[in-house]
């Protein structure tokens, strides 16, 4: 048991006890701010009366410490550094393979093309059943304990034992680990004959070649128009923006421009050939495109290099930057503020941060999602686009050139519960496992699959089924059925194809209820892309 001087137990400090004992008084110095922090933990980790875990303390003042700067300085722990990076790194280190937990068995739904799990010849179905020689098939494994177990260092070796259909014993595998990419370009495909789409989710350091790679794929199979689908976008890495920002304009036009206390004004700029200077262009953004998003679809709209059709985005105009700390822990400091081309600081005020994280719902409340009339914008936050002149706004997001309402006409409570219960999931999962050999047969590439696969009444009553097996409190309702019917049937079509081809295979099924992406094909088919006299030279 520690021992303290009694007079510590009587509630006197030790300085007040060693200032007593001088015989001069000392001159008082105030303490630093870091002494202060190191005497705070000194008394708790002394006095306190239960046992102190002091990392855990430590890691919550530097989070709270941080919370008071702004909502996007943060600390992250050591454990959850390499994780936080993977969609910035644009790769991570594992065995490279896409997981589902169904009905407590670690089922492969995908191998990452050019893993170390695809080379070995391990398949979507395929079910893990050890790892390392400990059982992780009915013990309720959790989704971050498969990745703890799955991923390590390059070069490091897991064993583990799979179970296939087609074979009467489990197979063992020895799999090395290695870097596995993660794309940021879900797809690239033609939307109509002229028109190409490319879905970009992240801005990481493989994401400039991905993108390129995608617009000549496009080319090279006739676009003359590119819509680019930043919606749901969180952002990423600067450069990035700026690399890909590059690809779109012309000469030495300013992207981006940043400014901080200890930070002078920077200034990125095209400087490059781009692979689309010059055809016609369309972004999509909504609430959740963020940060580089806003970069990039605001460089686009200032320049009137394109429109910007969608939501109003999430309004991030601040600009971190990672720190790596001496134990292995990061910082993403805020250090400068950055502007759109037009002189626009788009980040919304975050005076009270609680309310800064409920911003969605404070939109939805307020009606912005369904009416652009709700939005009100003041004068002071009126710029102007560098060549035509078009009046644009700062002050929170990027405000598209054409709104489009969120459409919940098809949405009931029957819907939601499918959704919140993993139905939309769990179902396409056991029904493709079930059904795969025969679905490859019938349909041997997407666009058969897309043209030909249809959801019937049967399939329906499976799903149904399916859901009242696993939520016992799942109810059929046949009215809200008819509402919801078509978007259903659609969810589960292209998550099917999902788990049969890939992310690809999902869009070119789910996007024909993407509202935003329908009126941007309908603005380049039409005129009216035309009438915005858009300056594409």
């Not at 790194?89 to 089922?107: N, Y």
């Not at 019917?485 to 659609?490: D, G, S, T, W």
């Amino acid at each position: 048991m520690k021992q303290y001087p009694i007079l510590l137990v009587l509630g006197l400090s030790l300085h007040s006890f060693v200032s007593s004992a001088q015989k001069v008084p000392a001159e008082p110095k105030s303490p630093t701010n870091g002494q202060r922090l190191d005497e705070i933990f000194m008394y708790v980790d002394k006095l306190y009366v239960d046992p102190v875990d002091d990392k855990k303390l430590m890691d919550a003042a530097i989070v709270g410490m941080l919370e008071k700067l702004d909502p996007h300085t943060v600390y992250i722990p050591k454990e959850e550094v390499e994780a936080a990076n993977v969609a910035i790194d644009g790769s991570f280190v594992g065995i490279g393979v896409r997981f589902q937990i169904l009905k407590d068995t670690l089922m492969v739904v995908e191998t990452i093309a050019g893993g170390p799990s695809e080379k070995l010849g391990i398949r979507a179905g395929d079910k893990i059943v050890t790892i390392d020689g400990v059982n992780v098939a009915g013990v309720g494994l959790k989704n971050n304990q498969v990745r703890e177990k799955l991923l390590g260092e390059a070069g490091t070796k897991v064993k583990v034992d799979i179970l296939r259909k087609t074979q009467k014993k489990p197979i063992n595998y020895v799999i090395t680990r290695d870097k596995v990419p993660v794309n940021s370009v879900d797809c690239a495909y033609m939307v109509s004959p002229k028109i190409g789409y490319l879905k970009l989710t992240s801005f990481s350091r493989s994401s400039y070649e991905e993108i390129k790679k995608g617009i000549e794929k496009l080319k090279s199979q006739g676009m003359e128009s590119l819509i680019l689908d930043l919606q749901g976008n969180g952002g990423g890495l600067l450069y990035a923006a700026q690399q890909i920002a590059d690809e779109f304009l012309s000469d030495n036009k300013l992207i981006v421009y940043s400014e901080g206390r200890a930070q002078p004004r920077q200034d990125l700029n095209a400087g490059r050939k781009g692979s689309w200077e010059q055809g016609k262009m369309v972004v999509l953004v909504d609430d959740n495109s963020a940060s580089a998003s806003e970069i990039l679809s605001g460089a686009i709209q200032d320049w009137d290099r394109g429109l910007v059709v969608g939501r109003r985005s999430y309004g991030k105009g601040l600009v971190q930057r990672p720190i790596d700390l001496s134990d292995g822990s990061q910082m993403r400091l805020t250090i400068a503020r950055y502007f759109t081309p037009s002189g626009r600081f788009i980040q919304r005020p975050y005076d009270d941060i609680s309310e800064y994280k409920n911003e969605y719902m404070r939109r939805f409340m307020h009606g912005e999602f369904t009416h652009i009339d709700s939005i009100k914008l003041p004068d002071s936050l009126k710029f102007e686009t560098r060549v035509t002149k078009r009046p644009v706004y700062g002050g929170g997001g990027i405000m598209p050139d054409f709104f489009v309402p969120i459409d919940t006409s098809e949405i009931t409570d029957l819907y939601r519960k499918t959704v919140q219960n993993g139905s939309f999931n769990g179902f396409p999962l056991t029904y493709v496992d079930k059904n795969r050999d025969e679905l490859n047969k019938k349909y041997e590439t997407v666009d058969q699959f897309v043209a030909n696969f249809t959801v019937d009444k049967k399939l329906m009553d499976e799903f149904f089924a399916y859901n009242k097996k696993e939520n016992k409190d799942f109810e059929f309702n046949e009215e809200q059925y008819k509402i919801s019917k078509n978007l259903m049937e659609l969810r589960l079509k292209a998550t099917i194809a999902n788990d049969l081809f890939g992310i690809e295979a999902f869009y070119k099924i789910y996007n024909q209820k993407n509202e935003i992406l329908q009126k941007a094909i309908q603005l380049l088919e039409s005129h009216e892309y035309d009438k915005q006299k858009l300056a594409l030279n």
